[in-house]
């Protein structure tokens, strides 16, 4: 199992371009396999990573994940080839439905049939990362034409997926998932099982698992749980994250964070390991000392 | 008047990020104001330009244009704002309704309204490009939120308008206009009038007037003429710029180019002067020897 770092905190020095490539370096040296970025509404989550990987040499590159709606899928396809390049080909494009509030409330676009969405946008998104001529005409979404970045061969594409339909597309149309607010239940039940047997289906190769899991060392687990749930608490308002949480029998995020001591979090790993994950993100969380968790979690590669 | 080179080739060097990047360190060396970059199916010309501004430090960058439709304006605002921060500052966002040719056949979109389109457009993107809160509901867009990259302040906005409507809103809510295909004459009697006119009614200050113009220095006038008839076909054949060029009375696009040997060149570049075009953005051909052509208009700065 591949061990990421995930980035994308809303204040602190990672908001600016050089706090945001310093941590990156710092992660590659430490030897991790990956550093993800989420999307907010501060750096643009694709542009960043492209500047990281114009500043880094082996570590791998992803979003986590990037809202479908607000780009068509070519200029997607477009953004995500170009960044693929800066980074020599070590760009993972991560993306997602987002949630009906931050589509409908914030964009003003249109949250209906979110499954038809997703199916017509990997319809051109896919091809398209792959430099070839898509041609397609859905109800949402058409594409005639050819998106050709010279240095980008193909981008690896992650679909996050939390229900049924979600985690078929995810199999059957792309290279895997890509998670969060899922717990290890959730994950080994429902999660793995469902995209794996899509892509079997499809003829497709083992899919990833790409599981973001909110993680810290932490002295004193109870106040970091009371915490953890005060400072995460939107992801439980979120439907389709508090499905997951209810799926899991969590009552807040930190259900589904790994927390406490070395040997909690080498057994949360281990099982992560054991339940077929193929890439850990940790989201390394303020409870504990960022520090203590980053070194021991290199320990862990 | 400022001096600017521009880029976006299809084919060659610049295609590849570290030949943009190169090219564009070339013309800062020259001392060229400001590296514009076209919007094709390459490279995704605000990722490149984010690159370049990490790897320039004096001139100004711009696009010429990325269009409008494929991307939610609040996208939009936050990968511009990005871009500004790679750029310390120095990104200048053009953007334009492309064409009906490609919104509708490429990207699959309707082009119906487009100067609502655009209105409503400018409404969410001139505000989020100034970090400030959206809260806008129009028809075809409705934004609620604000984008914040810290280290972006404002980024200038400069819309590509032809007809009389866009060269209104470019005047009235944006900091100017940025053409292609208008000539001299199209350019004084039409475009900088009535940028000009918008401006002055909604009190805003004096606004930029960026005219792309494809230049070369020739031994063989007609031999050019002929060369770029041919090779910028296309152009002649879209609405918007065929237009423009029946304006200037022109048959095809050698018309409205600046060709010739350096006295001729010298000459349009005066009158580009005379009549108040703030900015020259030079598309050098290749029907000329490209470092002659370059190292002549260096002298013009």
Not at 9 to 18: L, Q, R
Not at 104 to 115: L, N, R, W
Not at 224 to 232: K, V
Request: proline share 4%; with cysteine.
């Amino acid at each position: 199992m591949k061990i990421g770092i995930n980035s994308g905190a809303a204040s602190g020095p990672e908001t600016t371009i050089g706090g945001l490539i310093e941590r990156a370096q710092k992660m590659e040296a430490h030897g991790f396999d990956c550093f993800w970025m989420a999307s907010m509404f501060g750096l643009d989550a694709m542009t960043a990573l492209a500047l990281v990987g114009q500043n880094t040499s082996k570590i791998q590159l992803g979003t986590a994940v990037v809202p479908s709606y607000p780009r068509h899928p070519l200029v997607m396809a477009q953004q995500a080839a170009t960044t693929n390049a800066a980074a020599s080909g070590r760009f993972n494009l991560g993306i997602g439905l987002s949630h009906k509030p931050i589509i409908e409330g914030m964009y003003g676009m249109s949250y209906e049939k979110p499954a038809r969405h997703m199916r017509e946008y990997l319809s051109v998104l896919g091809p398209a990362l792959h430099n070839e001529k898509v041609d397609y005409q859905g109800e949402q979404y058409g594409a005639h034409g050819q998106i050709s970045v010279s240095e980008s061969e193909s981008v690896p594409l992650l679909v996050a997926a939390l229900g049924d339909v979600m985690l078929g597309l995810a199999g059957t149309m792309a290279d895997g998932t890509i998670t969060w607010m899922t717990g290890l239940k959730t994950l080994e039940e429902h999660i793995i099982p469902k995209v794996r047997k899509a892509a079997a289906d499809a003829g497709r190769s083992e899919p990833r698992i790409v599981a973001g899991v909110p993680t810290a060392i932490v002295d004193n687990k109870e106040a970091a749980i009371s915490r953890i749930d005060r400072g995460m608490k939107m992801y439980g308002q979120l439907d389709s994250y508090r499905a997951m949480l209810d799926r899991e029998g969590a009552a807040g995020p930190s259900g589904v964070a790994n927390i406490g001591d070395e040997s909690d979090l080498r057994k949360y790993i281990q099982r992560l390991r054991d339940i077929g994950v193929t890439d850990l993100n940790c989201a390394v969380l303020g409870v504990g000392d960022h520090d203590t968790t980053v070194e021991f979690l290199a320990s862990e590669l």
